[in-house]
């Protein structure tokens, strides 16, 4: 099948105006992904299946990833010139300097699908492919790969109840595990669970806080303990 | 004779506190061949040895119960192994497993069908407070926010030997339980009415009501020192 720099090229000369991009993972695992841009997405996964050489036939897995907005500081480097001294001789050549800066980015929060791919018929795999929805807010839909993969029918519609994405074209679009009238999507990372385990008997951390809430220390002075 | 004179009566019999005979002599009788007992007892020894179940499983601790139920544990040994398809038919809710809050109303749903007298076992840490699950947000935190639960059964899962542990447990208090007086079940108190168990709406953030404040409260927490 080759590397993902290959699966790349070979995309990119077949899609020439999808913007392609190669998602490297550094860690041990090193399972390399391919960013697909959603209005291109149908056609490349209908490409990865049909064409002869990859027979990408199975969709084994379908899940979600929810990116918050978030601040990055990242280190970049830059050349600077600096200016000539006024008594330099003319003709002198500006001397360059390379300074490290520390720069802070705002990334704007989106939520991801991963697809992961793998070909029965040729035995090889994962391909894995990443959509990105625009935002968080009101624009979350990515096109279904479930006419593509129709393995891909409750997967994403578990991606849709826990996370929110609107797949466009899918059969038959409901939630999943969550009952239909629920209308949050437990796994974003801003999802607020109701406050219902009022009683733990060995609190910590953020249940500690949540105890406290529900047992809130005695005045001072009564006597009592706070709670432990 | 003067017929106006009203014949004395009888003084009726002193409701007896204690029992009249007393074991070791019923013991003794029944060596004999005579067997003296009284409705309350025959009526609580039938209905203790045939607790039918409701065959219902929810998660990994309905397989124990099941596993109760094979010919190595034997729940049959307890006139137990009639688990019932429908809850019109079944004495015995063994909640074995995670009740999700999707799940929650159907279960109160079939507890609510099931008819007077009736019982509820709540089986492994999911059933009782949410158990692994507890901190997630769609595992109801404990059936008994919702339905009474006359036995607890902790474990993860518990082993089938609790199970028939816990129905021993079960039957002993079935035994002791009188049939008159406030403490009878429910079906034989004129006038009170075992009442039907809230079954919870779906609401958009939480089950509505998340539990039932009338059978429910949180925990009240004592301070010592
Ligand atoms: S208590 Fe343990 S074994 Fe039983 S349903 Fe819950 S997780 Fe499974």
């Known amino acids: 099948m080759g590397t993902i720099e290959q699966l790349h090229a070979r995309l990119s000369a077949r899609f020439p105006d ?28 209908e490409f990865l299946r049909d064409d002869p050489e990859l027979q990408l036939d199975t969709c084994s897995n379908v899940t979600g990833i929810d990116w918050p907005e978030r601040e990055i500081t990242e280190t970049v480097r830059r050349t600077v010139t600096e200016p000539l001294p006024a008594d330099a001789p003319p003709g002198t050549a500006p ?3 390379v300074v490290e800066e520390k720069v802070r980015r705002v990334v704007p929060g989106h939520l991801e699908v991963v697809y992961h791919l793998y070909s029965v018929a040729r035995g090889h795999g994962p391909v894995i492919l990443r959509l990105r ?18 393995a891909c029918e409750f997967q994403e519609r578990e991606v849709f109840d826990l996370f929110g994405v609107v797949f466009t074209g899918h059969p038959d679009l409901r939630r999943l595990l969550m009952w239909d009238e629920f209308r949050d999507h437990p796994m974003r990372k801003d999802y607020v669970e109701p406050d219902d385990y009022e009683w733990e008997p060995t609190p910590h951390d953020r249940i500690l806080t949540q105890a406290q809430r529900h047992y809130p220390a005695p005045p001072a002075g009564s006597g009592e303990s706070a709670p432990r | 004779m003067n017929p106006a004179a009203p014949t004395p009566e009888p003084a009726p019999a002193p409701a007896a506190a204690a029992p009249a005979i007393s074991e070791a002599e019923r013991a003794e009788l029944r060596r004999q061949g005579i067997l003296l007992t009284s409705i309350e007892e025959l009526y609580n020894w039938g209905r203790s040895n045939s607790v039918w179940p409701l065959q219902f499983g929810l998660a990994c601790c309905a397989i124990e119960m099941i596993a109760a139920s094979m010919a190595r544990f034997d729940i049959a040994r307890f006139g137990s192994e009639v688990f019932r398809p429908s809850p019109r038919q079944a004495d015995l809710l063994i909640v074995s497993g995670t009740v999700t809050k999707k799940m929650a109303p159907q279960v109160v ?16 840490a999911c059933a009782i407070s949410g158990g692994p699950f507890k901190q997630g947000y769609n595992v109801l935190k404990g059936i008994d926010r919702y339905i009474p639960v006359d036995l607890y059964l902790p474990g993860c899962p518990p082993r089938p030997e609790a199970l028939l542990h816990g129905l021993m447990e079960l039957q002993a208090k079935i035994r002791t339980q009188p049939l008159t007086g406030p403490a009878a079940p429910p079906h034989l108190r004129p006038g009170a009415d075992g009442g039907e168990c809230v079954i919870p709406d779906f609401g958009p953030h939480d089950l509505e009501p998340p539990h039932d404040s009338a059978r429910w409260q949180p925990p009240r927490l004592i301070r010592t020192e």
């Open chain 1, 95 to 97: 001397a360059a300097k």
């Open chain 1, 133 to 150: 929805t625009v935002d968080r807010g009101d624009q979350v839909a990515l096109p279904s790969l479930t006419p593509v993969w129709r």
């Open chain 1, 18 to 45: 999808a913007a392609l991009t190669v998602v490297l993972n550094p860690g041990p695992a090193a399972q390399h992904s391919l960013l697909v841009p959603a209005t291109q997405a149908r056609a490349i996964a």
């Open chain 2, 109 to 124: 749903r079939l507890w609510n069908q099931m008819p007077e007298p009736k019982y509820c076992i709540a089986m492994g």
